[in-house]
C-alpha cells in the first residue's frame, strides 16, 4: 500500500500533463521542465552556471585555490564592503542575460532576483536602502527600460526594501573600450551624478547591476553614494576575469 500511493500520483500527473502540459521552462535555455522542482534543465546544470568554487572575498570572481582575493581588488581601492553574484557568466548565462536585458523578458526578473537574495541571505547582507546602476535616458528608451532597475525593485519588493534612484546617468559611455583604465575610470565617474544625497546618508545599502564584469561601474557607484555607511553590491552574474 505504502508504493502504491506514489505510483497513483505518478500515474495521475503523466495523465493531467498530457491533457494540460506544464509551461515549466529552463530558466536559461528555455526548454521544457518535467515539473517545477528545478528552474534549471539537467543539461544547464551541468554547465558550470553557478558561481561557485574558490572566489575572491571582496567581487565574487573565481581565483585560484589557495587565493583570497583578485589581483584587482589587491591593486585597486573598492569602494564597497563586497558584491555577491549567484551565476557565472558563460555563454548560457549570458544568452539568457541578453534576452533579459534587450529582448523585453522582464518575466526573468523574478527568478533571477531570487538567486540574488539567496546570495545576500548567505552572505548575512544587512542593509537599509537599494541602488539600482543607472542607465542613460537614452539607453532606457531604446529597451523600454533599465534592467538594473527593474531587479532593484523586484528585490525591493521580496525583500521589503525601499528603492532609491539616487543616482542617474547623464552622459553615454559607449566609447569606453578605446579608453585605457584611467581613463575608463574617469568617464564613467564622469557620467554619473549624484541627485539624492539626503535619502543616502548614514544609510547601510545595495547596489545592483545586472552583469559584473571588472566590477569599474559598481565601485564607481560605490564611490559617487558620499555619506552612506556601508555599501554592498550584487548582480545576476560574474564574469570570470583570471
Ligand atoms: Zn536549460
Ligand atoms: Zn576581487
New binding site residues.
Given amino acids: 500500500m505504502s508504493d502504491f500511493l506514489p505510483k497513483i500520483k505518478k500515474i495521475t500527473n503523466k495523465v493531467l500533463d498530457i491533457i494540460f502540459p506544464n509551461d515549466f521552462k529552463?530558466l536559461?535555455?528555455g526548454?521544457d521542465l518535467p515539473d517545477d522542482s528545478s528552474i534549471?534543465?539537467s543539461?544547464?546544470l551541468q554547465s558550470d552556471i553557478f558561481n561557485e568554487g574558490n572566489r575572491c572575498i571582496k567581487c565574487d570572481t573565481m581565483i585560484k585555490e589557495g587565493n583570497i582575493i583578485c589581483d584587482h581588488c589587491k591593486s585597486q581601492k573598492r569602494y564597497f564592503e563586497k558584491c555577491v553574484c549567484p551565476l557565472n557568466y558563460n555563454n548560457?548565462v549570458k544568452a539568457a542575460i541578453l534576452k533579459f536585458k534587450d529582448d523585453n523578458a522582464r518575466y526573468l526578473v523574478t527568478p533571477f532576483a531570487k538567486l540574488i537574495i539567496e546570495r545576500i541571505k548567505e552572505e548575512n547582507f544587512q542593509f537599509d536602502i537599494i541602488v539600482p546602476v543607472p542607465s542613460h535616458p537614452k539607453t532606457i528608451r531604446r529597451r523600454g527600460y533599465n534592467p538594473p532597475l527593474l531587479l532593484a525593485k523586484e528585490i525591493g519588493k521580496l525583500l521589503n526594501k525601499p528603492v532609491v534612484e539616487a543616482l542617474v546617468k547623464n552622459v553615454l559611455t559607449s566609447k569606453q573600450k578605446r579608453l585605457n583604465f584611467e581613463e575608463r575610470q574617469t568617464n564613467l565617474r564622469d557620467s554619473m551624478t549624484l541627485v539624492d544625497k539626503s535619502a543616502i546618508k548614514g544609510k547601510n545599502i545595495l547596489i545592483v547591476d545586472d552583469i559584473i564584469t571588472t566590477c569599474a561601474t559598481i565601485n564607481t557607484c560605490a564611490s559617487l553614494l558620499k555619506g552612506a555607511k556601508k555599501i554592498y553590491a550584487c548582480g545576476i552574474a560574474r564574469t570570470n576575469l583570471s
Wanted: aromatic share 12%; with cysteine; charged share 20%.
Fill in positions: 529552463c536559461l535555455c526548454k534549471f534543465c543539461e544547464c548560457i
